[in-house]
């Protein structure tokens, strides 16, 4: 699943970025789910850290990326998502460290 622009586009637009990641096998639901496999990405602006594209492989992708669509919708940043509570355990929590990565760093990884 994903929302905005691709590294591809960012790049051949000449945009500035940071990217952070997380990948599902540090989650402790997938563990818990024996469902590891999968990442997520975000691409925040290099100055505003404002989101402007996010990628999920993996499980429950296709719920997860309303949180981002809606990030992206409202303009939020990388950290006002990564300073967000999100509930434990929950595959949600990896999109908040893949934001924490963007910012600055994941906690669980």
Excluded: W
């Amino acid at each position: 699943a994903s929302v905005e622009k691709t590294e591809e586009e960012l790049k051949s637009e000449g945009v500035q970025y940071t990217k952070g990641s997380f990948p599902m096998v540090a989650n402790s639901r997938a563990k818990a789910n024996d469902d590891t496999e999968g990442i997520i990405k975000i691409l925040s602006d290099k100055k505003t850290d404002r989101i402007l594209g996010i990628h999920i492989i993996g499980p429950n992708a296709g719920e997860m990326i309303a949180e981002g669509t809606l990030g992206v919708e409202y303009g939020a940043s990388a950290e006002d998502i990564g300073r967000t509570c999100h509930a434990h355990p929950t595959l949600a929590e990896a999109f908040k460290e893949a934001c924490m990565s963007a910012y600055d760093k994941p906690i669980h990884f």
